[in-house]
């Protein structure tokens, strides 16, 4: 079955330092991988897309992605991380399933950030 | 830019009561979500609506019905309210483009109590 892990709970950094959420999934065919960010109190925001081509891919407020087919993993990076980036993040696999474009969610990653 | 908007935005209920969450999307979209996100366990999905006239179950959707009353509008309804049903909904609409490379598009969630 189809299945987004992302192992860390809650990440805290401090403003200024660099990045990395990590994110695996388990899917039998080549995925289409999604990174969302969630601020308080609010829904869920494009972040990135990764459908084909190049595995870096680059998406809004500065974040990058890396799609590592041998690691099955689909990591979150940004070089200097900002007070505003405090959030929840989700990772999600998409697929096309039972007639419909499905997604599936991560638990999500809390990120906080300390002055 | 509206998006997808979501009606009410935090409701109270007690138990046994009835309630109809409201979505609608201006962005022309045949395919409409309802997820419940629940802390640690990412988003569900309720029912989705591929397209106009049809609906179907999601993964979790018991003690749910819903309502897609057009294209622009897809309503859930929780007929007798239950304490478990305590939880943040979300609606999302997207392109029924086949391949799952589609991203949904959020609002920005109903937050729902049940005494």
């Known amino acids: 079955a189809q299945s987004v892990t992302q192992p860390d709970i809650h990440i805290t950094v401090s403003e200024g330092a660099s990045l990395e959420l990590r994110c695996n999934y388990s899917y039998g065919a080549t995925p289409y991988l999604f990174w969302y960010v969630q601020s308080p109190g609010q829904g869920l925001q494009l972040l990135l897309k990764?459908?084909?081509?190049?595995?870096l891919v680059q998406g809004i407020k500065g974040f990058e992605a890396e799609f590592k087919r041998s690691q099955s993993s689909f990591n979150l990076r940004k070089p200097s991380v900002h007070w505003s980036d405090a959030a929840e993040y989700f990772c999600a696999v998409g697929l096309f399933s039972g007639g419909y474009n499905k997604l599936i969610f991560g638990a999500g990653t809390r990120l906080a950030v300390h002055p | 830019n509206a998006g997808v908007t979501q009606t009410p935005k935090f409701q109270v209920l007690k138990t046994g009561q009835s309630m109809t969450l409201q979505c609608a999307q201006d962005m022309n979209h045949n395919s409409m979500y309802w997820y419940r996100q629940d802390p640690g366990m990412g988003l569900r999905l309720i029912y989705y609506?591929?397209?106009?006239?049809?609906?179907d179950k999601g993964e979790v959707p018991n003690g749910y019905n819903v309502s897609r009353l057009n294209k622009r509008e897809f309503s859930l309804r929780l007929e007798s309210a239950a304490p478990s049903q305590t939880s943040v909904y979300f609606c999302a609409s997207s392109d029924p483009v086949q391949g799952g490379n589609q991203p949904q598009h959020f609002g920005d969630g109903t937050r729902l109590s049940i005494l």
């Open positions: 609506s591929a397209s106009e006239g049809t609906t």
């Open positions: 990764y459908f084909s081509g190049d595995t």
